[in-house]
């Protein structure tokens, strides 16, 4: 089980994100990260989120137990991806170039864009998305700030 310590909600990023302000986005979060036993066990977890009838869905990742990636569902219904990176192999989302399997073919941001979905990941490093459309992998929360409440 993992422990963390309460704190007032931290102030907004410069980059607004509703998404990953969502309390069942962070609590999904939350579980990913205790799933690979906060970061440690080399595995990733996470989820999608999936447009609903009335609204969006958490769906969660099978787990996979791979060490360092995770084959994923996507559908036509979602609309984008969140998992852990385990500690020590970047919070930012991977690329062609640079990935565990050390293949042009992966990489967080090669699913993304041919999906055409957003890719989220987090861990100790804080919360970083890459937006398919422009391009950009941006960091939206340091550290652990992206368990915690945003502000309104």
Same mark, same amino acid.
């Given at each position: 089980?993992?422990?963390?310590?309460?704190?007032?909600?931290? *102030?907004?990023?410069?980059?607004?994100?509703?998404? =990953?302000?969502?309390?069942?986005?962070?609590?999904?979060?939350?579980?990913?990260?205790?799933?690979?036993?906060?970061?440690?066990?080399? =595995?990733?977890?996470?989820?999608?989120?999936?447009?609903?009838?009335?609204?969006?869905?958490?769906?969660?990742?099978?787990?996979?137990?791979?060490?360092?990636?995770?084959?994923?569902?996507?559908?036509?219904?979602?609309?984008?991806?969140?998992?852990?990176? *385990?500690?020590?192999?970047?919070?930012?989302?991977?690329? *062609?170039?640079?990935? %565990?399997?050390?293949?042009?073919?992966?990489?967080?941001?090669?699913?993304?864009?041919? =999906?055409?979905?957003?890719?989220?990941?987090?861990?100790?490093?804080?919360?970083?998305?890459?937006?398919?459309?422009?391009?950009?992998? %941006?960091?939206?929360?340091?550290?652990?700030?992206?368990?915690? *409440?945003?502000?309104?």
């Amino acid at each position: 089980m993992s422990c963390r310590p309460v704190r007032a909600p931290v *102030p907004p990023t410069p980059v607004a994100d509703t998404l =990953a302000c969502r309390p069942d986005v962070i609590k999904a979060m939350v579980g990913a990260w205790i799933e690979t036993g906060d970061g440690t066990s080399g =595995a990733e977890a996470g989820f999608r989120i999936d447009v609903g009838t009335k609204d969006l869905k958490v769906v969660p990742h099978e787990h996979t137990n791979e060490q360092g990636s995770l084959t994923t569902v996507i559908t036509i219904l979602t609309t984008a991806e969140f998992h852990v990176h *385990p500690k020590g192999t970047g919070g930012a989302p991977s690329t *062609p170039e640079n990935n %565990i399997l050390g293949d042009p073919n992966h990489g967080d941001t090669k699913v993304a864009d041919d =999906a055409k979905i957003d890719i989220y990941t987090f861990n100790e490093q804080g919360l970083f998305v890459y937006r398919w459309d422009t391009k950009q992998i %941006i960091k939206l929360r340091d550290g652990f700030d992206w368990q915690n *409440p945003c502000h309104p």
